[in-house]
């Protein structure tokens, strides 16, 4: 709440300082009441949290019973010159005086008591007549006619009980420890860490920003789902060449193009027939849920007319609303921009006369750009949502002024500028450019030709910095140097793509010829590091993107650089260090390239993501480009996965998009797009369904499978109907290729552990142990229970860095152990007995074995036996008894 209302006290500030103060009427006020009423007031307080904590902030939020009669937006009264008196515990007094409310009649102040016990806050209203004019801006309200009464004076006491123990506010909820999808509930703040969105489309490659400075990447090559948009992999029953497939785009048609993310919707351009998008003759705009595959809507009008789009988040913060006003998507037609409502793909609003110049997304959202004029020597910030130009609800000082209501509206925006300054002589060889900004702080420019094409390198170049700060120094000279050209005309040059290392304040020049990085620091234009020549191979003369000379990233204070040598290098920005070099690319025989030709698609969550094309590549297509998320740290390589990743503009501009913890990409060798990601998982477990006698083992199994929707179309296919088999990280990658790309499958295959917990009719845990699924995803266990009853039966997988986690429950019952006997024949005596007296015999003395000791169930089985042997004896002797009685008589 603090910060919510910090930010509506900012807003009214601010709008109070901009706003030209202008006193309309000087003849004295007549009230509409004659006499004057006097009319009473009810004055209240109140204070949050109550109680508080000892030196733990309070508001003290006042208001009067009604708003003044002629307030409205900046204009009309207000109830002024308001006191708090505070008695503090201790006895002294403190006084917050000077109070002024807003229009609605309610203000606001903050306090931190220091003291224990209880204080007593006294709330003051001096009272006033009321005036049509605000007192502090001179801005006319409302016409009421209690314009000349009389509003009386008013107080009311409230207490405060400080304790020594601070009321503690509800902490964070955690980060999500399954899989999780959008929306994310409002409460989740902490997970504003893990989200992020891909808006700035074709515009990302045109400046090789491909930096994602929020939110997670994937850390396996698990796929969530394909996305077929058109004919594509080998076309087959064409006899004249071997493998020929179906066109990509290539070069200058490519597809995905102007790809963004917001709030996990997934938009793209449509190819119509073989032409990409990005040529304008495309089949519209798709919107498709990230984590689905699944088609939102389809703009069959939508992005045909433009080779430029891109989306916006604008973060609106005003007296009267605050937050992101829903997702635009902009499809630019040379100075018009015409909005789309991203959720629906409808078309809301238009922008008009929009000048060009250097584009920046502010942290609110806002899409500037800065336009430079040296010839005439000023330097201006045109922003798409300049408050003057008719995107309000409504202009002048009501309620509606502060309303982003642009829906329906075409407006001008040829002077939507919030600020215009002169600024000095910017001399040199060419008309002075931007190279790149850090808002409010600096624009670094040169005055110099960049072209590659240049035979000869110009004599010098010259490079300036001017201030941002919004001090008073704005558009002020920083600094500007000349750099001469080296011997031998090597061509020292700032990329035409490339940015500011704004953790160690660094840009960089890049020797053409020799690959040499320089490195300089944005706040003299001194040197700081260089000559750096991280890569060495021939064909790293073309850096990609641009034609000859190298190109890079700039992310974690380091460099990246990407060639068609197949490098990806990193350079310390501080100190020109080489971290590493990335080249496990060699080609073999494949390709006449020798190492696959290397670009960046994304660094994120301290990652880089790289991927191999080249210009307008032959079919049949090479064997062995792949996708790769290398770490950004150590240039070791995480994964690797088959795919022809898809670029634009013939040299390596990735069309790639990374958000909310997925990588999207087009791959050539089938045409489709492809989704990259951790993903749900499915755990099951079953044990028998009758109960077991105690002593006896059970089997414990199930599976663990992949839910990504991906695996639907597999299973539809009648593949796995059983579902696909979740596997380890290190099996993901062959795994994958075999599940989606017809790959063999692979005969390695290792699947995930399962943790196996049992709860005893006691409550008692009882750990298990850990088993392994395998190749069809099945897992399995014996294991014998100890004591009789019920137990429940708990299998979990834990997640990977493929999958998130899952866990599955049964239940088994144990029944007492069976009492079992093996019957013995009892001997049958002879029916003639010999006529002679039955010996007597006695058992020889034999000496009992040790033997371990007899379990219950063995213990009744020679009780038995051992009554039946008495009853054959008794029955025995009975006879002999019998024949002897006979023979006597």
Known sequence: MQKHQTKMFSTIVLVLVMTTATIVASLPLVSAHDPALDIQTYPYLSISPSPTGVDQTVFLIFWLHGAPPTASGIGGDRWHDMTITINTPSGNTETLDGLTTDATGSGYTMYTPTEIGEYEFILDYPGQVLSLYNPYNGVAGSDSDYIGDNFLPSTTTVYLTVQEDPIEAIADYPLPTEYWTRPIEGQNTAWASIGSHWLRGAQVGSNMDFWQQVGDAPDSAHIMWTYEMEFGGVVGGVTEIYGVGFYSGGAYEGRLTNSMIISGKLYFQLPQNHVGGSRGIGAGFVCIDLQTGETEWINEDMGIATSTMKAQLYNYESMNQHGV????????????????????????????????????????????????????????????????????????????????????????????????????????????????????????????????????????????????????????????????????????????????????????????????????????????????????????????????????????????????????????????????????????????????????????????????????????????????????????????????VGQSGGGGVSTSALADGFLVYYNYYDNQVYCIGKGPSQTTVSAPNVGVSLGSSVLISGTVIDTASGTEQTEQAGRFPNGVPAVSDESMSAWMEYVYMQKP?????????????????????????????????????????????????????????????????????????????????????????????????????????????????????????????????????????????????
Request: aromatic residues 12%; glycine residues 10%; contains cysteine.
């Open 745 to 889: 499958c692979p005969t390695n295959v290792n699947g995930v552990e399962v943790t196996l917990d049992a709860i005893d009719p006691n409550g008692n845990y009882i750990s298990i142990g850990t088993v392994r699924s395998d190749a069809s995803g099945l897992y399995s266990c014996q294991w014998t229970p100890e004591i009789e009853g019920k137990y429940t039966i708990i299998a979990t997988f834990a997640g990977s860095n493929s999958y998130w986690g899952s866990y599955a429950e049964t239940a088994i019952a144990v029944d007492p152990a069976t009492a079992t006997s093996t019957p013995i024949e009892p001997e049958t005596p002879d029916t003639e007995t010999p006529d002679t007296e039955t010996p007597d015999t006695e058992t020889p003395d034999t000496e009992t074995p040790d033997t371990e000791q007899p379990t219950a169930e063995t213990a009744l089985i020679s009780t038995e036996v051992a009554i039946i042997a008495a009853v054959a004896i008794a029955a025995v002797i009975g006879v002999a008894a019998f024949w002897t009685l006979r023979k006597r008589k």
């Open 325 to 644: 006003v829903g997702g635009v998507i902009w499809e630019v037609s040379g100075t018009t921009w015409i909005g789309y409502d991203a959720w629906t793909g409808n078309n809301i609003y238009n922008l008009t006369n929009v000048p060009s110049g250097y584009e920046v997304y502010t942290d609110n959202g806002e899409i500037v750009r800065y336009v430079i004029d040296g010839e005439n020597n000023w330097l201006a910030l045109w922003n798409n949502t300049c408050e003057q130009q008719g995107l309000h609800g409504a202009t002048g000082t009501g309620s509606s002024a502060y309303q982003w209501r642009p829906v329906g509206k075409e407006v001008d925006m040829s002077n939507a500028y919030s600020w215009n300054v002169t600024i000095p002589d910017l001399p040199g060889l060419a008309s002075p450019s931007i190279i790149d900004v850090i808002p409010g702080d600096l624009i670094l420019g040169m005055s110099t030709s960049s072209s590659f094409r240049d035979f000869l390198a110009a004599d010098y170049t010259t490079v300036w910095a001017l201030s941002d700060r919004d001090d008073g120094t704005r558009g002020q000279l920083l600094w500007i140097q000349d750099y001469p050209a080296p011997e031998g005309d090597v061509s020292r040059v700032i990329p035409t793509a490339s940015q500011i290392d704004t953790v160690n304040r660094v840009f960089v020049m890049n020797d053409k010829e020799t690959f040499a990085w320089w490195g300089y620091s944005i706040d003299t234009g001194d040197l700081v590091w260089g000559p750096v020549v991280a890569t060495e191979t021939a064909f790293s003369y073309y850096g990609g993107g641009y034609g000859a000379g190298q190109v890079g990233t700039m992310a974690y204070g380091n460099l990246y650089i990407q060639n068609y040598g197949g490098e990806i290098a990193c350079i310390n920005c501080a100190n020109g260090n080489i971290e590493w070099v990335y080249d496990d690319t060699n080609s073999g025989v494949e390709t006449p390239w020798g190492n696959y030709p290397t670009f960046i698609a994304a660094i994120a969550d301290g990652k880089v993501y790289v991927f191999n094309n080249e210009h307008s590549p032959n079919y049949p297509l090479y064997k062995g480009e792949a996708m790769r998320c290398v770490d950004a740290y150590t240039g070791d390589e995480i994964w690797k996965l088959t795919s022809w």
